[in-house]
């Protein structure tokens, strides 16, 4: 019964949230001034990392050379993209708890903005 009572109470903390105070708030736009900084600049490199491959290889003939014996310069581009691939990955992972780290700060801004009312 302790469980359901807890539960209730978090849903109608929920419900008193103004989200227009919250997204007016400096705090928030903080945080998404700071995921676009870093989410666009990294999606734009993905994008031009991931469609150089196949631009390169359909208009020139770089690529094609040896670069390590029989290995062409095309084979280590595309290895390249899945290492690249798991980097962002990473990147973005330990990044995000930054960005959970603030957005906690935000939830608990509100939380006392309630509480003093």
Known sequence: MGVEQEKRQVRNSREE????????????????????????PLTIFFLVFYFS????????????????????WVWLFALAQFVMTWVLCTVYVKKAATFD????????????????R
């Open 17 to 40: 949230v103004d989200y227009v105070q919250v997204i007016e708030s400096r705090s928030f736009k903080k945080l998404m001034r700071d995921r676009k900084k870093f989410i666009v």
């Open 53 to 72: 491959l196949p631009i390169l290889t359909s208009y020139t003939t770089f690529l094609n050379t040896p670069a390590i014996g029989d290995i062409s």
């Open 101 to 116: 780290k603030q957005a906690e700060q935000i939830i608990d801004e509100m939380e006392q903005g309630r509480k003093s």
